[in-house]
């Protein structure tokens, strides 16, 4: 029974999630002793998932799908499922993927475990362990379904090369209109988005007003970075809401993540606590993110940021 | 117009998360509950649309007696009429099918959930109500505009927004946005003693089946210490040559 992978991408790039994706299901198969099937909506024809684990990759053709609609999604991936007989069915933890995978979830009368931070612990049935309570605690849940949807936290299982040749199919599925439409898409485009960045650059109350962040921002540039705020900063409306990073926010699962005048409050850790190393800067040594931190610096935000983005730009010179 | 506000019963973002000796249930004592953070934002906006264009606001909550009391708390804040579905909500599947039940009962337009409860983070109850039912569905609404049956709203996607057009009967997954952190409400006594007075109805569902069961917990292994370092030129060379991450 081959397992499914919903491979999600960007402008015709494969994101880096759904290259782990891949990777993280053909381990599974190799357990499982069957095959990882790819399912791309756009084409884009530009990356092999072969290198990273996909024994076939089917080509949804159906200009319903040229852009993301979740119910249409949905409905597609359940037909390619039943035309498989997938029995495991993999997406990423993107926003997209979320919206989708309950929906799917039903017409497959499968069961849905999200958040979930690595292989399975057994198979038949699938075991798996998921994080819950925002990350302060892990579930090991078993799933009691014919089919089986795992959502994968980013970053839990990193991205591995195979050499697999993919043979990429054309595949046929029907589809109706669905009941929401999109109008338009407001997308910043150039900007680096919170749940596909590598780094998060985040700062707090700490940084005292609006007219502070150009450092933020700078540091962030340089870095290649996404930039995060704590949750008064925009609930101040010093940064846009969809900055906002915790409990209550967006989650954060980056490589790092650099917390800049932020205190640590327990729904801020909440949420960033899945990043793999977390760095903060703050005038107070007791501040509890000084518990939650792997470096940390104890000093003044508007000294050391601007000497740490000249030290940055250096270290890149020499490193290029 | 009818509106449900669905309303998870969770821990106070301030609780210590434990579990019990042998790790198989979240350890309850001493913990506060509340709305869950996304429902509350669901819940001021359903009292906006009640207060601009007329309608009636149930809410409901899958799990036992213990709930009773965050009910209440929106009945005060100002829903009608109060839920209970009597069911241990034991995981996203078999709360969605109870909540289907009530919801193609009470014939509702408009379902108002959260984009997730904050204690075990599904994620998944409103999509899977809203599939159940055969609904529009929209996840991490953060604006909603309804007239007649016609529905604009806003949807937060990864670095943007994007602009959706739809019709009742709909489901959303609702957060902040849809009201802002100083829209919400808080129970004022009138409110508190009409809530007392408001119908809580407690009503009982057949043939729900889960398709997932949680055997046990653990807690993250406790953390080294932290790495204090001077300057910013130190950290880099950490960055870079312990933890590998620049
Ligand atoms: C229901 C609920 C949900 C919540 N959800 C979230 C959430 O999702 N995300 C979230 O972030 N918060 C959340 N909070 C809020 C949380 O409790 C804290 O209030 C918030 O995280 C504090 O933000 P802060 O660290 O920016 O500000 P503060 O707590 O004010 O901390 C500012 C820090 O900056 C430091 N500082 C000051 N000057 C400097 C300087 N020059 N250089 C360096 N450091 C400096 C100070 O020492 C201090 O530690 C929630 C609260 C509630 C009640
Ligand atoms: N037991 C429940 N009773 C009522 N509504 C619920 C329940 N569990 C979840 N919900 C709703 O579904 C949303 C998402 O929850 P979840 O899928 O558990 O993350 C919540 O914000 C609630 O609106």
């Known amino acids: 029974m081959p397992i499914l992978v919903y491979a999600e991408s960007d402008q015709g790039i494969f994101k880096k999630s759904t290259q782990e994706l891949i990777s993280f299901a053909r381990a599974m198969a190799d357990q499982m002793n069957t095959e990882v099937i790819a399912a791309v909506t756009q084409d884009p024809s530009s990356a092999d998932l072969g290198q990273y684990g996909a024994h076939k990759v089917l080509n949804l053709e159906n200009t319903l799908l040229s852009t993301f609609n979740a119910e249409l999604v949905a409905d597609a991936l359940s037909q390619v499922a039943r035309a498989t007989g997938a029995t495991t069915v993999i997406v990423s933890s993107s926003a997209n993927s979320r919206y989708m995978a309950p929906l799917l979830a039903v017409s497959l009368e499968a069961g849905y475990v999200p958040n979930v931070i690595g292989l399975p612990e057994t198979y038949t049935p699938i075991t798996v362990a998921h994080n819950v309570f925002t990350n302060k605690a892990t579930a090991f849940t078993t799933l009691q379904s014919g089919i089986s949807i795992l959502g994968l936290s980013k970053n839990a299982y990193g991205v591995h090369q195979y050499e697999t040749n993919a043979e990429i199919t054309p595949h046929e599925v029907t589809l109706t209109s669905s009941s929401v439409e999109i109008t338009s898409l407001d997308k910043a485009s150039n900007k680096v988005m919170i749940a596909d960045a590598e780094v998060v650059v985040s700062a707090g109350r700490g940084l005292k007003g609006p007219e502070n962040w150009g450092m933020i921002e700078e540091l962030a540039e340089v870095m290649g970075a996404a930039t995060a705020c704590s949750k008064p900063v925009s609930d101040l409306g010093w940064r846009p809401h969809s900055e906002h990073v915790g409990q209550t926010g967006k989650p954060v699962a980056s490589n790092l993540y650099i917390a800049i005048g932020i205190s640590g409050a327990i729904q801020h850790l909440a949420g960033i606590n899945s990043s793999k190393v977390k760095v903060v800067i703050n005038t107070d040594p007791d501040a509890p993110f000084f518990k939650a931190a792997d470096y940390g610096i104890v000093g003044d935000a508007f000294e050391i940021v601007p000497d740490l983005i000249q030290k940055l730009r250096e270290f890149k010179a020499q490193n290029a | ?246």
């Open chain 2, 1 to 246: 117009m009818k509106i449900l506000v669905c309303i998870s019963h969770v821990p106070d973002t301030t609780s210590k998360i434990n579990f019990n000796a042998d790790q198989t249930a979240f350890d309850t004592a001493g913990v506060q509950y509340v709305i869950n953070p996304n429902d509350e934002f669901g819940l001021t906006r359903a009292l906006w649309l009640k207060e601009k264009q007329g309608a009636t606001i149930h809410v409901v909550n899958v799990g036992g007696p213990e709930t009773e009391p965050t009910l209440r708390k929106a009945l005060a804040i100002g829903a009608d009429e109060a839920i209970r579905v009597n069911q241990p909500a034991t995981d996203g599947y078999s709360v969605a099918q109870a909540l289907s039940a009530i919801v193609q009962e009470g014939q509702y337009d408009l379902v108002i959930a959260g984009r997730e409860s904050i204690d075990y983070n599904g994620g998944m109850v409103p999509g899977m109500l809203a599939k159940i039912c055969g609904y529009a569905f929209v996840n991490t609404c953060i604006g909603l505009e309804i007239e007649g049956s016609s529905v604009t709203a806003v949807r937060e996607i990864d670095g943007g927004k994007e602009n959706l057009k739809t019709t009742l009967p709909l489901v959303i997954g609702g957060q902040k946005g849809l009201v802002e952190e100083s829209d919400l409400r808080i129970p004022n006594m009138r409110g508190i003693m009409q809530a007392r007075t408001k119908p809580l109805h407690v009503k009982q569902t057949e043939n729900i089946n889960s398709m997932s069961q949680t055997l046990r917990y653990e807690k993250p292994a406790p953390k080294q210490a932290v790495t204090l370092v001077e300057n910013a030129e130190q950290l880099i060379n950490l960055l870079h040559n312990e933890a590998k991450v620049i």
